[in-house]
């Protein structure tokens, strides 16, 4: 018949086993919920690129018809506003391509919350094994 030390051992064993396994099922639950919701921010951000390429086309076509009309017309009144129109297009195209390129950082999608807590709980079980 087995002690009481070695069966509690083995339960202290089991229940270690169980915790461990518990917490990397958890922390697995985490980075899925993480990634997920990064990729999300990501087809936002494709979103807003996709956006930016119809501004930007609109931008040129406008642009296009202010020189167009510019240099067809010596006083260059109509044209000017359709520049200053084409600017401002292109102004809004710059501003929606820097937001979509920086939410697409790679670092951005990266589960970097489940990371830390992994790296805490790594630390947090090693000091237990020392002590």
Same mark, same amino acid.
């Given at each position: 018949?087995?002690?009481?030390?070695?069966?509690?051992?083995?339960?202290?064993?089991?229940?270690?086993?169980?915790?461990?396994?518990?917490?990397?099922?958890?922390?697995?639950?985490?980075?899925? @919920?993480?990634?997920? *919701?990064? /990729?999300?921010? &990501?087809?936002?951000?494709? =979103?807003?690129? $996709?956006?930016? %390429?119809? +501004? #930007?086309?609109?931008?040129?076509?406008?642009?296009? @018809?202010?020189?167009? *009309?510019? /240099?067809?017309? &010596?006083?260059?009144?109509? =044209?000017?506003? $359709?520049?200053? %129109?084409? +600017? #401002?297009?292109?102004?809004?195209?710059?501003?929606?391509?820097?937001?979509?390129?920086?939410?697409?950082?790679?670092?951005?999608?990266?589960?970097?919350?489940?990371?830390?807590?992994?790296?805490?709980?790594?630390?947090?079980?090693?000091?237990?094994?020392?002590?």
């Amino acid at each position: 018949m087995p002690d009481g030390r070695s069966q509690s051992a083995s339960s202290l064993i089991g229940d270690t086993l169980n915790s461990v396994s518990s917490l990397v099922r958890s922390e697995v639950d985490l980075a899925r @919920a993480e990634v997920n *919701a990064n /990729l999300k921010r &990501a087809a936002t951000a494709l =979103g807003l690129l $996709a956006g930016a %390429v119809v +501004v #930007a086309l609109s931008a040129l076509n406008v642009l296009s @018809a202010a020189l167009v *009309a510019g /240099l067809a017309e &010596a006083g260059m009144d109509a =044209g000017w506003a $359709a520049l200053l %129109v084409g +600017v #401002a297009f292109a102004a809004v195209a710059y501003g929606m391509i820097k937001k979509g390129t920086n939410d697409l950082k790679l670092s951005s999608i990266a589960p970097s919350r489940t990371a830390a807590n992994v790296k805490r709980d790594a630390q947090t079980l090693k000091e237990k094994l020392d002590a």
